[in-house]
């Protein structure tokens, strides 16, 4: 079967159209449970899950040892090899979920609270769930079947949302937290179960899934030090503050990351897996990251500088009242959130280019700083304090951590990193003063009435931007992504001169190798691309990215 030759970015667009579509869901889904749930429960509540997931995500992150990344950063892979790293995920998940259990006395003394003995006994088999999707899920993203993950994760977040909240109905208090960290991924493994159909073979695990042990270990080694960067201060808090201080900032930084998670998180799923195809044609591969960073910066900086300027109403809005520390966690919170959104993209150039050792080198320097941060920031200011300090640092650290990505490559610090995001930063702080200055002139309003009248006075600087003619072009570069994603090209070849900077080349990736094309056709005659035994590989996991907290994607 003959495909044109703009596949890839087809495959690539809808692809991150359908996540994106898929995430959006979740938001919904996920607000709606956030809204309800912090109106039937009390904030201890979620600050004794947030205490156990803080630890727990440690465990997690060695169940996975960065194999999803390196799994989906290799080229080929046996069927030998995908049988051993089933094999390996499921016996780390196993022996973490033992070790974990084993260890809830010591977490229930870290925090001085018994209750986390027996939650912590719960919450443990999730490890083992986790370690046998893992490799599932790497098989379908591996196989670009983004819709079918988009569906999965829709799916999962509604089992255990509507499981919770009956929990919480029936007065089952912090419980219901545990049925949504525990249902949905239940679902979730069933459902990949089905999509990838795994064939475990005899219990084996050879010398022939070392590289991947080798390459994840770097990647392991980098996100331990970026959870840890992450989620300490989750910790600190709990242990400085106490529980009901900690429920107040966990649910600040669960609706802080979802501007990150639905509006970045489509494009990571399908980034990395793009670049990796890329990596040999320098030009393509500079185009997608332009690409990615001005998307990312339209959408995740406005979002972020709306929702820092309402952060009071939305929080009323969202959690009832009793919330306002929460409020102005969220608002300082809004800084470190631009710096992970564009941050993502510095982690994709490190894994997908094959320096994921690099990486984990940079990470040792620079990560004990951002966690430094936290301890003098409670020490200062308390937990606005710690959020204050946690954004500035984050941020700060952009610089040099593209730097050291981009050191000795063909990407360009100014012209691929640097540009893409000015125009985004300048409309983004018009659009914090407009919507600020619009709800506190009408502060006397309903909070919802407060919240729409700031999104709208944001909206209309947004809107306004498109007098200026290179905003214009911005804009109409993202609208042409939604195009394709919705209708690719058929059988149509970008002309040789097409510049390089028209909406067209949005993705980077509008000239397929031979060798990509290869690889499509082998996919789409037979569902996986056939290994070099002529085996099948039938196999996938949970992204190269943050583990969860109190059940949320983190």
Do not use: C
Request: aromatic share 8%; charged share 15%; hydrophobic share 55%.
């Amino acid at each position: 079967m003959n495909r044109p030759a703009s596949d890839l970015s087809s495959r690539a667009s809808r692809g991150a159209a359908l996540t994106a579509g898929g995430l959006w869901l979740k938001t919904l889904i996920q607000l709606a449970s956030t809204m309800v749930l912090a109106r039937l429960l009390d904030q201890s509540d979620f600050g004794l899950v947030a205490m156990i997931m803080a630890i727990v995500g440690v465990a997690d992150l060695v169940r996975d040892f960065g194999l999803t990344g390196a799994i989906l950063q290799s080229r080929d892979l046996t069927s030998r090899q995908w049988s051993g790293l089933l094999w390996f995920s499921t016996l780390l998940g196993t022996v973490l979920m033992i070790g974990v259990a084993a260890a809830s006395p010591l977490i229930a003394a870290l925090y001085g609270e018994e209750r986390l003995v027996v939650l912590t006994i719960a919450i443990a088999p999730t490890l083992l769930v986790n370690g046998l999707a893992m490799p599932m899920q790497a098989a379908v993203q591996r196989r670009l079947q983004f819709g079918t993950l988009a569906m999965i994760d829709v799916v999962s977040m509604a089992v255990g949302v509507s499981l919770s909240i009956v929990a919480a109905l029936l007065g089952w208090g912090v419980w219901s937290l545990v049925v949504l960290a525990g249902a949905g991924q239940v679902y979730r493994l069933v459902a990949l179960w089905i999509a990838a159909r795994p064939h475990f073979g005899r219990p084996r695990i050879g010398r022939d899934i070392r590289p991947f042990v080798s390459t994840g270990g770097s990647i392991f080694g980098v996100q331990l030090l970026n959870y840890a960067a992450r989620n300490l201060d989750n910790v600190i808090i709990g242990q400085q503050l106490g529980p009901a201080a900690l429920g107040q900032y966990s649910r600040a930084y669960a609706l802080f990351l979802l501007p990150q998670q639905q509006l970045t998180a489509p494009l990571g799923r399908v980034a990395l897996p793009v670049l990796s195809r890329l990596q040999d044609d320098g030009e393509r591969y500079r185009r997608y990251v332009r690409s990615a960073l001005a998307v990312i910066g339209y959408l995740a900086l406005p979002a972020y500088a709306i929702a820092a300027a309402v952060a009071h109403p939305l929080m009323l809005v969202l959690l009832g009242p009793g919330w306002d520390a929460a409020a102005d966690a969220f608002a300082l919170l809004s800084i470190a959130g631009v710096a992970q959104a564009v941050g993502n993209v510095q982690g994709w150039m490190f894994i997908s280019l094959g320096r994921a050792h690099r990486q984990l080198v940079y990470y040792l320097v620079t990560r004990p700083l951002v966690i430094a941060a936290f301890f003098v920031g409670i020490w200062w200011a308390g937990m606005n304090g710690l959020a204050l300090l946690y954004g500035i640092s984050t941020a700060v650290l952009l610089v040099p951590g593209f730097a050291v990505a981009i050191r000795g490559t063909f990407v360009r610090g100014w012209a691929d990193v640097t540009a893409p995001l000015v125009r985004p930063a300048i409309v983004a702080a018009a659009v914090f003063g407009a919507a600020w200055i619009a709800a506190t002139l009408v502060s006397s309003w309903p909070a919802l009435l407060q919240v729409i009248t700031g999104a709208a006075a944001g909206a209309v600087v947004l809107a306004a931007a498109t007098l200026v003619p290179a905003y214009r072009r911005d804009y109409a570069m993202m609208l042409d992504f939604v195009r394709r994603a919705r209708k690719p090209a058929a059988g149509v070849t970008p002309a040789s001169d097409s510049p390089v900077d028209s909406p067209a080349t949005m993705l980077g990736a509008d000239e397929v190798s031979a060798g990509e094309l290869q690889a499509i056709r082998r996919t789409e005659a037979g569902g996986s691309a056939p290994d070099a035994d002529g085996g099948r590989a039938q196999v996938t996991a949970p992204e190269a990215s943050d583990r969860p907290r109190d059940g949320e994607a983190r």
